[in-house]
């Protein structure tokens, strides 16, 4: 098995509030992500599928049906938009970096035809990134 | 959905690799330059990974305050700064970045209690890292059921 990841950035706001917590415990949860002005950050995206090398073209999969499966899956809906306000995902769910792997998880996994996702990445910055590989 | 999350941090520690098991010469054999009597030091880049269901009220697999503040009680303080082979864990062990990375994991699994410690990774230098599990998987085999599609 080889294992091919295909990295893409994104950019995007969001800020973290739920409704069901009073202002206070809004505060005490999420800190400065509280701020209902919403901040932003440069996200960088780590697609990573799985399969074997298909014997006539050499391919896990096509690098380019890849670059255009994330696009319109995912960068088309998320690039400088406001996670909060325009993503669907994210109309009753908060927009954390671990919600938001699982969203471009679900995303992607029915969309690679022939190929196997095997991993979704997501930094948020430098020192932050979240892994989810579809495990129940 | 099952997500890891890995944050990283740095500290700056320096340590001699010496063995007693080893004669002078065997340890300047085995060790190199790093077994140098006045040590060297290393800027070391530190991955903790933890893993769990985002809970559903915060989004999150555990609050990453409550992570950081971890880590500035619990291994900043003993750590950033230090001379790893003054350290009891490193009293009679080897302080490579192997068993520095064995510590790190052992410190978080054992103390900190909101979210499962899955592993840790440390970068020594840019050229080599270090990555321990507790002797579990570094990380999931493919799921089967994606597979399979």
Same mark, same amino acid.
């Given at each position: 098995?080889v294992?091919?990841t295909?990295?893409a950035?994104?950019?995007?706001s969001?800020f973290?509030?739920n409704?069901?917590?009073?202002?206070?415990?809004n505060?005490?949860?999420?800190?400065?992500c509280?701020?209902?002005?919403?901040?932003?950050?440069?996200? *960088?995206?780590e697609? *990573?599928?799985?399969?074997?090398?298909?014997?006539?073209?050499?391919?896990?999969?096509d690098l380019?049906?890849?670059?255009?499966?994330?696009?319109?899956?995912?960068?088309?809906?998320?690039d400088?938009r406001? %996670?909060?306000?325009?993503?669907p995902?994210?109309?009753?769910?908060?927009? *954390?970096?671990?919600n %938001?792997?699982?969203?471009i998880?679900n995303?992607?996994?029915?969309?690679?035809?022939?190929?196997k %996702?095997?991993?979704?990445?997501?930094?948020? *910055?430098? @020192?932050?990134?979240? @892994?989810?590989?579809?495990?129940? | 959905?099952?997500?890891?999350?890995t944050?990283r941090?740095?500290?700056?520690?320096?340590? &001699?690799?010496?063995?007693?098991?080893f004669?002078?010469?065997? /340890? +300047? &054999?085995?060790?190199?330059?790093? /077994?140098?009597?006045?040590?060297h030091?290393?800027n070391?880049k530190?991955? #903790?990974? #933890?893993?769990?269901?985002?809970?559903?009220d915060t989004?999150?697999?555990? /609050?990453?305050?409550?992570?950081?503040?971890? #880590?500035? +009680?619990?291994?900043?303080? $003993?750590?950033?700064?230090? /001379?790893?082979?003054?350290?009891?864990?490193? &009293?009679?062990?080897?302080?490579?970045?192997e068993?520095?990375?064995?510590?790190?994991f052992?410190? !978080?699994r054992?103390?900190?209690r909101?979210a499962?410690?899955e592993k840790? &990774?440390?970068?020594e230098?840019?050229?080599n890292? !270090?990555?321990?599990?507790?002797?579990? $998987?570094l +990380?999931?085999?493919?799921?089967?059921e994606?597979?399979?599609?």
């Amino acid at each position: 098995m080889v294992y091919l990841t295909r990295r893409a950035e994104f950019s995007a706001s969001h800020f973290y509030h739920n409704p069901k917590l009073s202002p206070e415990e809004n505060r005490r949860v999420f800190g400065k992500c509280n701020n209902p002005h919403g901040h932003g950050h440069n996200y *960088t995206l780590e697609v *990573t599928v799985a399969g074997e090398v298909d014997a006539r073209s050499g391919f896990v999969i096509d690098l380019k049906d890849l670059k255009e499966i994330m696009a319109r899956e995912v960068l088309d809906g998320m690039d400088h938009r406001h %996670l909060n306000e325009e993503v669907p995902e994210f109309s009753d769910r908060i927009p *954390t970096t671990e919600n %938001l792997a699982i969203a471009i998880w679900n995303r992607l996994v029915d969309k690679l035809r022939g190929a196997k %996702l095997y991993r979704v990445r997501v930094y948020e *910055t430098d @020192d932050l990134f979240v @892994d989810v590989y579809g495990e129940a | 959905m099952k997500a890891y999350l890995t944050r990283r941090y740095k500290f700056s520690a320096s340590h &001699r690799l010496h063995s007693p098991e080893f004669s002078e010469q065997e /340890n +300047r &054999r085995m060790y190199g330059k790093c /077994n140098n009597p006045h040590g060297h030091g290393h800027n070391y880049k530190i991955e #903790v990974t #933890v893993s769990g269901e985002p809970v559903a009220d915060t989004g999150m697999i555990c /609050n990453l305050a409550d992570l950081d503040g971890f #880590v500035d +009680r619990e291994i900043m303080p $003993q750590f950033q700064f230090s /001379n790893l082979n003054q350290l009891d864990a490193f &009293r009679d062990v080897v302080p490579t970045t192997e068993n520095l990375s064995r510590e790190l994991f052992h410190l !978080f699994r054992d103390k900190f209690r909101l979210a499962k410690v899955e592993k840790i &990774r440390i970068e020594e230098t840019m050229m080599n890292s !270090f990555e321990y599990a507790g002797g579990g $998987q570094l +990380r999931p085999v493919p799921n089967q059921e994606v597979y399979d599609r």
